[in-house]
């Protein structure tokens, strides 16, 4: 975390000196200034647009009916997608108002209408945030960045529609993972075209703010906070009004999302107000009673004030005045004043409103909202954030971790646990190593973070709801990608799963074998079938068994060939971190 920090501070400085003398510059070709701006990797800065073009046939924009929103005319494009379907692709509609000015920290407003035809042929802007500079331009890492306009003003929505329109087709809603601090619907790993061709369902992205501009809190109620969530809020209000007019069904949509974008739909599961829009949820690898997914009224007002003081702003009656006033390059560059293992800058706060209680209070005392939802982890869910915090995991292969490594890096990783837990914690993951392989050492560490961050949280929330008897489907994706870029040590990472839900093998460019695709294909099928029925569940599909409260059966998503049922997943390492470890 601290590599990525300075990485992504450095590049910030040095694009402000740059975008002193350029603004609002278009990017023609490689040879201009812009060209020479992508070739060091700065073209991702504030207002530096290089929106790439999403790799489809394209017909002539006047092919496609206009849609009438509640805003004002719409105009798409038709798409031919790899597989040669046809798409209707609407990029970059504006569902709130900028959120700058008065608006800056503040809860989003509903876009404004507009009198002539809205073009939306390209993404919109991403939302301000740190772009992940630490190796580079390797594939791995930059695929998580956005890759256009970065801006304040960026509240905008993505549509793909199967063509010809439907009527009353299942809508899917995705939300984008990135920590509360980073994340952007334009990755081209998020392009709707292919899930929505395949499977005749309406897709639907869009944009929150993130990092202090989106869930900025004093703790006290000055600040409340969670205005990401709050733009969520207000995009999936958008939807259930406009997206019949798209041939979706108001009535049929389901939220899918992945890391924090699955933490976000467990707080939409949640939030009574969020319940009148959507009727199911698909969480992949996260859950909003993690660790990393809330802050608590203390962290937020040492954060928050630790924030003020860099920015040089009182903390009194006027610190929005003070803060709206500030550049948002001194927002960005000042935002992250806690460096520690997966802190992320800024999270959601328990607001009494869109967070009412803690997430675990509420699960505890059943208020929650009853609806079906399919949930799952990927294998080695710890890998890629320990290579960013912990000085020896490396992308090369480090194998050779001693006992004392090991123990340091629970040390770092763990740092919030007292002293007792980190000394249960290795004892208890090392229980099967009783020769001191290296190896183990190595992997004990993905275990130790991956079950705490990630996969224990998804298996409490999804077994919450199916200890009251409610329909839950759960999973473990343990195929790695053939194409894979990230080494063989780091096994199936963390966001390995968005490339099969969004049908990425279909892409001739991404060199995922046939068999890849078939692999794909079914994931897809498994999603789709999920969000139209409430079963994922089909004619020529492997079968998927309800997780049920005595043996907590789950489909493992072993290989393109191979899907196989298993039960009690990490069960005895979660009961493990709950009744010994307790407050994780």
Known sequence: MTKMLHSAKITL????????????????????????????????????????????????????PLVQTNNGAVRGKVIQTPEGRYVQRYLGIPFAKPPVGQLRFADPMPADAWQTEYEAFEYGNSCIQFLDETYG????????????????????????????????????????????????SALSVYDGQVLAGHTNVIVVSFNYRTGSLGFLSTGDGRIKGNF???????ALEWINQNIKAFGGNPEDVTLFGESAGAASIGFHLLYPKSSNYFKRGILQS????AFWALMSAEQAKKRSQDFFNSLKCPNDAKILDCLRAKPTNDILNNEWVDARFLVFPWAPVVDGEVVPLHPDRMLELGLFQRK??????????????????????????????????????????????????????FSYYTADNPKNSTIKYRDALDDIVGDRSFICPTKTFSGTYTSI??????????????????????????????????????FPSENFTSSEQNFSDKIMRYWT????????????????????????????????????IGSSLRQAECAYWRDEIKDY
């Open 228 to 234: 990401g969530l709050k733009d969520q809020v207000l």
């Open 372 to 425: 079906d939802i399919l949930a799952g982890v990927n294998k080695d869910e710890g890998t890629f954030w320990i290579l960013y915090g912990v000085d020896t995991y490396t992308r090369q292969d480090p194998s050779a971790q001693t006992a004392e490594q090991l123990k340091a890096a629970i040390n770092v990783t763990q740092w919030n646990l007292p002293a007792d837990n980190k000394t249960s914690l």
């Open 469 to 506: 008897g409610l329909k839950t489907y759960f999973y473990q994706l343990t195929h790695r990608a053939s194409n894979e870029v990230w080494p063989d040590w780091m096994g199936v990472i963390h966001g390995a799963d968005c490339q099969w839900v969004f049908g990425m093998p279909y």
């Open 286 to 289: 996260g859950s909003p009673t």
């Open 137 to 184: 331009d390797f594939k791995g890492s930059n695929m998580w960045n956005a890759q256009n306009t970065l801006s304040e003003d960026c509240l905008y929505m993505n549509i793909w529609v199967p063509h010809p329109r439907p009527k009353d087709a299942t809508v899917m809603v995705w939300i984008y993972g990135g920590g509360f601090y980073g994340g952007s």
């Open 13 to 64: 400085f040095v694009t402000v000196l740059i975008l002193a003398e350029i603004s609002r510059t278009e990017c023609k070709n490689q040879w201009d200034i812009c060209g020479k701006l992508k070739s060091w990797g700065l073209d991702k800065a504030l207002d530096i647009k290089t929106s790439p073009t999403p790799p489809t046939t394209e017909s002539d924009p006047s092919d496609v």
């Open 529 to 564: 079938n999920f969000a139209k029925t409430g079963n994922p569940n089909a004619a020529g599909l492997p079968r998927w068994p309800l997780e049920d409260s005595l043996t907590r059966q789950y489909l493992e998503l072993r290989s393109p060939d191979n899907f196989v």
